[in-house]
């Protein structure tokens, strides 16, 4: 092989090179240092100790520790609750939103409201909204009453609710979105044919667009699969884990412990766990979406 040839085969790698090293940076790096910090004692307020090796200590630790039971058992909960709320609603909304209706562009921009707002933004609005004692919500739901209104962030199925029900709101226009996309790849012949066919709305929906749009339903399911996985943001503003540890969920065990207890090794083992049921739930995902029938 000639010199000219050599330099053509490295050409491409070439220009890939520097995307490759900010992945490696960004990504795996971060991701095989948690690693290695799960594997050693490391204490923020015991500095004198320095760091100790100590292998899958921590990790046998945490299969006892009854606090992460609790937060991955609300973590789960948290998690199959806002992805096939916000997949079945953000359904709908792709749905309407694809019929040609009259502003049809306005409605769309006014329904990404939600998922525009940061997260610190909108759970702070929430938590002003779910207070006890001026709150738009209980006004709404007892009105001039004040004996009757409720903490329902201070109550532990109330504020589970009201941490679902926040995400749920903020996060189900980014599904509409994806699954609208979706949407507008099914070529419209399909529907014109099953008409001719005598086909109804309800048949031309299980037959045509569900099985058209399974691969970006279960992209969708990834993304916010994942993005609750992760959810910490709304819990930090909200409830902070309480009341009774009803709302923790392991993102946030994980900083408590490594922010607040100074257990950073802890923390890691924490963050590492969270990071394989990631990487499990894409696998599966990704199956999904390439499986061929």
Not at 191 to 220: C, N, S
Not at 224 to 243: E, H, K, W
Not at 280 to 288: D, E, Q, T
Request: net charge positive; with cysteine; glycine share 6%.
């Amino acid at each position: 092989m000639g010199e000219g040839a050599v330099k053509r085969a490295a050409f491409p790698y070439l220009l890939l090179s520097p995307a490759f090293l900010f992945v490696v940076t960004l990504a795996f790096f971060p991701i095989a240092y948690s690693f290695w910090l799960s594997l050693h004692r490391i204490v923020f307020v015991l500095p004198h100790l320095g760091e100790s090796f100590i292998g899958l200590e921590n990790f046998a630790r945490l299969l006892q520790d009854t606090r992460a039971w609790q937060a991955l058992k609300f973590t789960l909960l948290f998690v199959g609750t806002t992805t096939l709320s916000e997949l079945f609603l953000g359904l709908l909304l792709a749905l309407a939103l694809h019929q040609p209706i009259f502003g049809r562009g306005l409605i769309r921009a006014i329904i990404l409201i939600p998922w525009a707002i940061p997260t610190v933004v909108s759970s702070q609005m929430w938590r002003f909204l779910f207070n006890d004692q001026y709150g738009f919500l209980n006004l709404l739901f007892f009105g001039n009453h004040p004996e009757l209104y409720r903490a329902f962030l201070a109550e532990p199925i109330s504020a589970m609710v009201a941490v679902m029900a926040v995400d749920i709101w903020k996060t189900t226009p980014f599904c509409a979105l994806i699954l609208l996309a979706g949407l507008q790849t099914i070529p419209q012949e399909l529907y014109e044919a099953a008409k001719v066919d005598g086909a109804g709305r309800w048949r031309q929906f299980v037959h045509i667009t569900l099985p058209m749009l399974r691969p970006t339903i279960v992209l969708a399911l990834l993304f916010r699969t994942l993005d609750a996985f992760r959810v910490f943001d709304s819990i930090y503003v909200m409830t902070q884990g309480g009341p009774a540890d009803a709302t923790l969920v392991l993102q946030f065990y994980g900083y408590k412990k490594m922010f607040a207890e100074g257990l950073l090794g802890y923390g890691a083992a924490i963050s590492v766990v969270i990071f394989l049921f990631s990487l499990v739930v894409s696998i599966f995902y990704l199956r999904l979406i390439f499986l061929k029938k």
